[in-house]
């Protein structure tokens, strides 16, 4: 069975440093990967995604993460975190669910706050 | 624009009400799908469809229904039976088989 464990449930940085936000993934063949985030009362929007191809991905506004296998992590990070960076973060696996449909399966999600 | 659009934005609801939350998609994706979302817990599929006039129940169906007459709207009814209904609704679409979802911006229904 697939499943993601969101290492931490907050993480706060100030503006300009680096973000980690720690994802482990249990997948019993490849797995394709994401990451979402959550700014407050929206939807999720994709920030990257892993689909088996360069096991660095790079996604919108930023953020990368990377594909470890033999550690089986998909952490995100971020170079120099800005103010608009504050949201709750998901980290998504895709599993095969009733034949052809993808079924996402979220972690509990980390919150990131910025402080200036 | 392509999208997902959800609505109500906010939702009160009297206890042992029924109510429905209204979910159009213009992105010609077959498959739609229904998420619950509580603090702490991710999210939780609810029910899902492939298809037109076809859904399956997901991990949390008990208390919600849902209809697939149009491909294009995937309306999720929150019924009485449903014990905890205050939550965020989210609902999204896919390619059928495709990875990755295009989620809509949610409704948060509490029930006074």
């Known amino acids: 069975a697939q499943s993601v464990t969101q290492l931490d449930s907050h993480v706060s940085v100030s503006e300009g440093t680096p973000v980690l936000l720690r994802c482990n993934y249990s997948?019993?063949?490849?797995?394709?990967l994401f990451w979402y985030v959550q700014h407050p009362n929206k939807g999720l929007q994709l920030l990257l995604k892993?689909?088996?191809?360069?096991?660095l991905v790079k996604g919108i506004n930023g953020f990368e993460a990377e594909f470890k296998k033999s550690e089986t992590s998909f952490h995100l990070t971020k170079p120099s975190a800005h103010m608009s960076d504050a949201a709750e973060y998901f980290c998504?696996?895709?599993?095969?669910?009733?034949?052809?449909?993808?079924?996402?399966?979220f972690g509990t999600g980390t919150l990131l706050a910025v402080q200036p | 624009d392509g999208g997902i659009t959800q609505s109500p934005k906010y939702l009160f609801r009297k206890e042992g009400q029924n109510v429905t939350l209204s979910c159009e998609q213009n992105l010609n994706h077959d498959a739609m799908y229904w998420y619950r979302q509580d603090p702490g817990q991710g999210l939780r599929l609810i029910y899902y469809?492939?298809?037109?006039?076809?859904?399956q129940k997901g991990d949390i169906a008990e208390g919600y229904s849902v209809s697939r007459e149009k491909k294009e709207s995937f309306p999720l009814t929150v019924t009485s039976a449903q014990k905890n209904p205050t939550a965020f609704y989210l609902c999204a679409s896919s390619i059928v088989g495709a990875n990755g979802y295009t989620f809509g911006s949610g409704t948060r229904l509490t029930v006074v």
């Open positions: 469809s492939q298809i037109v006039n076809d859904f």
């Open positions: 997948s019993s063949y490849s797995p394709s």
């Open positions: 892993y689909t088996s191809a360069a096991t």
């Open positions: 998504v696996v895709s599993a095969l669910y009733g034949g052809a449909t993808n079924k996402l399966i």
